[in-house]
């Protein structure tokens, strides 16, 4: 089993910065994705970024890139996500998912790990 812990949510006004953090224990060295996802209320959960263990490989959704970034510290099994230039659309509880090798990083469907959500908000 593997146990994640998001922190770092918060309030901020449009265009300020916040930083996630997801802590993962456990049987971490199954873990070969580390995901962010987020999810508004009355919408459905959305892929935000992805770190691969092997070679670190990053992946963005474009309704972010340019002002997130994921990185990733696999010796303190700590994943991060930087959000800088926030939006009102940014809003959201935001998700840290790990799972093994997968085909379709963006699903949310292939993920057996979640931690339980930590919210951000932007107000205008």
């Known amino acids: 089993q593997v146990q994640l812990v998001e922190s770092g949510g918060g309030l901020v006004q449009a265009g300020g910065s916040l930083r996630l953090s997801c802590a993962a224990s456990?049987?971490?060295?199954?873990?070969?994705?580390m995901t962010w996802f987020r999810q508004a209320p009355g919408k459905e959960r959305e892929f935000v970024a992805a770190?691969?263990?092997?070679?670190?490989?990053?992946y963005v959704a474009d309704s972010v890139k340019g002002r997130f970034t994921i990185s990733g510290d696999y010796a303190q099994n700590t994943m991060y996500l930087q959000m800088n230039s926030l939006k009102p659309e940014d809003t959201a509880s935001y998700y840290c998912?790990?799972?093994?090798?997968?085909?379709?990083?963006?699903?949310?469907?292939?993920?057996?790990?979640w931690g339980q959500g930590t919210q951000v908000t932007v107000s205008s």
């Open positions: 456990g049987r971490t060295f199954t873990i070969y994705t």
């Open positions: 998912a790990a799972g093994h090798i997968m085909s379709s990083y963006y699903s949310p469907r292939e993920y057996g790990y």
């Open positions: 770190i691969m263990r092997s070679g670190g490989r990053t």
